[in-house]
């Protein structure tokens, strides 16, 4: 076989920046712990680099045209994570992972090479999207069967169950179900867009979709919320809610569904504040942390001091008090960078996760269909809601959900999903310009 | 179609994270300091806990408060009961009071005195040291003031007019500051001993001591009669020499002179009335002053509103005195003429605290220029073996302002020179005498000063009083003023006027290097 070398340089250079920004976010941690001037141990720095770069080498050789912005700013996101993480490793339990006691930090490490690997595979080895697109109902039965399985067999972690037990890790199926769900709701509404946009149902001003169009998706959809919730995993709910209401909107245009879309989630919001304790709990603790600021507002009172502590400069990678806060390498990492990384830290994280929201939804515009333009608008929506979900709950904007941020908190289902959605997206962008290539007559040897 | 609604679900995209980003700033801006100022915020625990405190010095390097950090636990340790009050106490248990929770940043190292290294600091996250504090007391007075009022119930405050420094400031009953600023868990019993006791030990009387003032009001009366022109060193009135003896009628309400003892009435101008503490008089000083002038000058001397011993939000809070019943805006309107009479000799609703009449016998001393006061000196770097004496960086100095203007010098040097004669003088020997300095061995300075014995309610004995000032000769500059009060002390020749001068002349002991 012949290599197809297509040189990524843009990629490159900015992969380049990590080589700074990572190993002095080790080092300074180091030198706050040790109050000693040295570099500290660097093995885990070097080799997350070292698995950038193996990415962006086999993106190379496989003569990958995707997007190139998309790696290094998810590496950047990242890294910043493994440093928080690394300067958190002290103060949390190590943990067990394959047979190795092993601190958050070398875990997470290890879930990236297996996230960035699933990306590669995704981005490099999904030729066409037949395999997502013609076995959409395929994938809900799986999605819907993992669920299933969970629901039955799973365990519960802090009252939610969410995970299932596989021998030496265990993994959260709600996180790839989450993907499932996207590549199925792509696949129907590419499918029955015409349809779907026609307004056939006028009820007042109103104009109502054809319904029968969207039952099998509105059940499919309405079976996996009714599991999330039963769960007691709010945080996932809502977020499948957001994506598929902004996919909606997405193929139709129609605001009127998302309006809709919208009072059936207030309504429903508001039955399940006065059917469900735990909900209400969730919802007076966001309404005032403080009145049990010992007990049930603990975790989220500990968040804000932590981010009135950083202030605008923040206290300085390893010299804030980020372990006050209960759950903070998952639920609160977020709270904890804005404390040592400051209010100018946790603005450049956000401006991040905005650029890979904006590089997502350029995808989108670009494909050149409207099922991967859909998939795309999926991901982007899952990824970038994910992190305002979870930030909006760390900044007290919106009641507490225990979902992850994105490539920063540490779990391996959280990062193992959300490298497979940049492998789409990868995947999608690098079509996406093949294609726009052969229109224009230039062959790949032609370059 | 999907790429016009992609472009428009970016631009809500943005919008919410423009939202979350505000939010961001809110907890990390502007909210942020009242978080951090919270009780239950961990890092005010942690660092309270493990913090180790900036030494107090005195004024002259001796060790007041000190801290040390054993098992991760910050214990203080306090040299002095005599500074109890103004230095107060850090407890990890009861809080902070004092000097230590005005200065309470600057001690455990969370702000440095200048804003600026401030803001550098925290941009860099520099983690500041703790630093220390050198009072303007001297350790000798206070020792010395507190052991004149032994077992009695008072306060002693003495400064320096010219600086506004506080040389002594002790409050009796007090109390022991070292074993509840220790281990939390070990600090309640002392605690509950030390409020079991008569006395409330834990009332700075200096400060927070709001007591009737009796005659030594009359020293604020006649400085803002002669500075309004109102009355003058040789004013008169033809009427007193018969109400001495039938009494002064004001709206039909009779103010009696106190008993005068051999002394037959005259008709005596300022210094002899003084001397003798003459009610009638200054009840006639104060109607010819009138209300409005009598709560103006009351307002420009620090009367009728919550004053501090230094500046800004390092004041350490001195309770309001009261020149009438106290309104909505410190002192209330006065209701009629027999409240005013009373009231320019110190008795009717007039509360004072010993803090606000060392003030009055300081602006007196200064020439009419009120000092502001401060008791702590500078501010400095931590001293890492504070026996071996403070630091040599001073950070800050502290700077009392100059003081203000309240009376024309002309008005204070005639309120001066009848106060000498009150003490000094052939009929003040017999009432303030006791106060002269000259008594107690500084042989060439002149006193002046004034009693006052605070009648209170029926069956309780009178608060004594003394304030003063020496040396107080012609062209003599003195160095220090004082107001010493004796709960239920009896009068004040007898028991506030001896330990002024004492204390004063110690003072004079002390600094002329004998």
């Known amino acids: ?447 | 179609m999907i790429a016009t609604n992609v472009r428009r679900l970016a631009v809500y995209l943005l919008l919410a994270f423009v939202v979350v980003s505000g939010g961001l700033g809110w907890w990390q801006v502007v909210d942020a300091g009242a978080l951090n100022a919270r009780a239950e915020n961990p890092q005010v625990i942690a660092a309270r806990r493990s913090a180790l405190r900036g030494t107090i010095f005195d004024a002259n390097g001796q060790v007041l408060a000190s801290s040390q950090v054993l098992d991760g636990i910050s214990r203080r340790t306090y040299t002095d009961p005599a500074f109890s009050h103004v230095i107060g106490y850090a407890s990890l248990r009861f809080g902070t009071t004092g000097l230590e929770r005005v200065y309470d940043d600057v001690l455990t190292g969370r702000a440095d005195p200048n804003p600026l290294r401030d803001l550098i600091n925290d941009i860099m996250a520099r983690r500041t040291e703790p630093k220390d504090l050198t009072l303007t007391i001297d350790r000798r007075l206070q020792d010395f003031a507190a052991a004149q009022l032994g077992a009695s119930a008072g306060a002693i405050v003495a400064i320096d007019p010219r600086t506004g420094e506080v040389l002594a400031m002790t409050s009796t009953p007090t109390f022991d500051a070292t074993p509840i600023s220790g281990v939390p868990a070990d600090a309640g019993p002392p605690m509950d001993a030390i409020t079991a006791r008569d006395g409330d030990p834990l009332v700075d009387r200096a400060r927070q001591g709001r007591y009737v003032p009796g005659s030594i009001m009359k020293i604020f009366t006649a400085a803002s009669a002669l500075d309004a022109g109102v009355i003058t060193p040789q004013t008169t009135f033809p009427d007193q020499p018969d109400q001495e003896s039938s009494g002064f009628v004001v709206d039909g309400f009779t103010i009696r002179e106190h008993d005068l003892g051999n002394l037959q009435p005259d008709l005596w101008p300022l210094s002899p009335a003084l001397q003798v503490s003459s009610n009638i008089f200054f009840a006639h000083v104060g109607l010819d002053l009138g209300a409005e002038r009598f709560l103006q000058y009351a307002r420009r001397f620090g009367f009728c509103e919550t004053t501090g011993i230094g500046t800004g939000s390092r004041a350490l809070p001195v309770s309001a005195s009261y020149v009438s019943a106290p309104g909505d805006d410190g002192c209330g309107p006065i209701s009629d003429d027999v409240e005013l009479a009373s009231a320019a000799f110190g008795q009717a609703q007039v509360t004072v605290t010993p803090v606000q009449m060392s003030l009055l016998a300081a602006t007196i001393a200064n020439g009419g220029v009120m000092p502001g006061l401060t008791a702590v000196r500078d501010v400095r770097a931590h001293a890492t073996d504070p026996s071996a004496g403070p630091a040599d960086t001073i950070l800050e100095r502290t700077s009392t302002g100059g003081g203000s203007r309240v009376i024309s010098a002309a008005a204070a040097q005639a309120t001066r020179s009848a106060m000498v004669d009150a003490v000094e003088g052939e009929l003040g020997t017999l009432y303030a005498g006791q106060g002269a300095v000259k008594l107690y061995g500084i042989g060439d300075a002149a006193t002046a000063g004034k009693t006052g014995t605070a009648q209170r309610a029926e069956g309780q004995a009178p608060h004594s009083w003394f304030i003063g000032f020496a040396p107080a000769q012609e062209g003599g500059d003195p160095a220090i003023a004082i107001a010493v009060l004796v709960e239920g002390g009896g009068s004040g020749s007898g028991l506030a006027a001896p330990i002024g001068g004492r204390v004063m002349a110690e003072w004079l002991r002390l600094t002329s290097g004998g």
């Open chain 1, 1 to 447: 076989m012949r290599l197809t070398l297509a040189w990524r340089w843009a990629e490159l250079r900015m992969l380049l920046a990590l080589a700074v920004l990572v190993p002095l976010g080790f080092v300074v941690t180091h030198i706050a712990r040790a109050g000693v001037l040295e570099a500290g141990p660097l093995t885990l720095p070097v080799a997350y680099l070292l698995l950038m770069l193996v990415a962006h080498g086999l993106l190379v050789v496989s003569g990958h045209r995707g997007d190139q912005l998309m790696l290094p700013l998810v590496g950047t996101i990242g890294g910043i994570g493994l440093v928080m993480l690394n300067r958190l490793a002290p103060d949390l339990e190590k943990t067990q992972a394959f047979g190795l006691q092993l601190d958050v930090a070398q875990t997470q490490m290890i879930w990236f090479s297996g996230g960035v690997l699933a990306m590669l595979v995704v981005a490099i080895g999904l030729r066409d999207d037949g395999l997502l697109r013609h076995y959409k109902y395929t994938w809900a039965a799986i999605g819907i069967g993992l669920l299933a399985f969970t629901a039955l067999f799973g365990y519960d972690v802090n009252g939610a169950r969410l995970w299932i037990d596989l021998g030496p890790v265990a993994i959260q199926p709600g996180e790839l179900i989450k993907i499932i769900l996207v590549v199925f709701i792509a696949g129907y509404l590419a499918d029955n867009r015409a349809l779907l946009t026609e307004a056939s149902l006028r009820i007042g001003p109103i104009r109502v979709p054809p319904l029968p169009y969207l039952l099998p998706m509105l059940a499919l959809f309405g079976a996996v919320m009714l599991v999330v919730v039963r769960q007691n995993d709010l945080g996932q709910a809502l977020l499948l809610f957001g994506i598929f209401l902004t996919m909606l909107f997405v193929a139709t245009g129609r605001r009127s569904y998302v309006l809709i879309g919208l009072l059936l989630f207030v309504a429903g919001a508001y039955l399940a504040y006065r059917l469900f304790p735990h909900v209400a709990a969730r919802v007076d603790i966001w309404i005032d942390p403080f009145a049990d600021a010992q007990g049930s507002g603990f975790q989220p009172v500990r968040g804000l001091f932590a981010l009135a502590r950083g202030g605008l400069f923040g206290e300085g990678l390893g010299q804030g008090l980020p372990a006050t806060i209960p759950y903070v390498h998952t639920d609160f990492i977020f709270a904890a960078i804005a404390e040592e990384l400051g209010l100018v830290g946790a603005f450049a994280l956000l401006a991040m996760f905005l650029m890979l929201v904006f590089r997502g939804l350029r995808v989108a515009v670009l494909a050149r269909d409207e099922f991967s333009a859909l998939l795309a608008v999926g991901v982007t929506t899952s990824l970038g809601l994910q992190s305002l979900i979870i930030v909006a709950g760390n900044l007290k904007l919106i009641p507490l959900t225990g979902i992850t941020l994105p490539f920063v908190s540490y779990g391996g289902s959280s990062i193992l999903a959300s490298f497979l959605m940049i492998g789409l997206l990868l995947s999608i962008s690098h079509r996406t310009t093949l294609a726009a290539e052969r229109e224009q007559g230039i062959g790949p040897d032609d370059r």
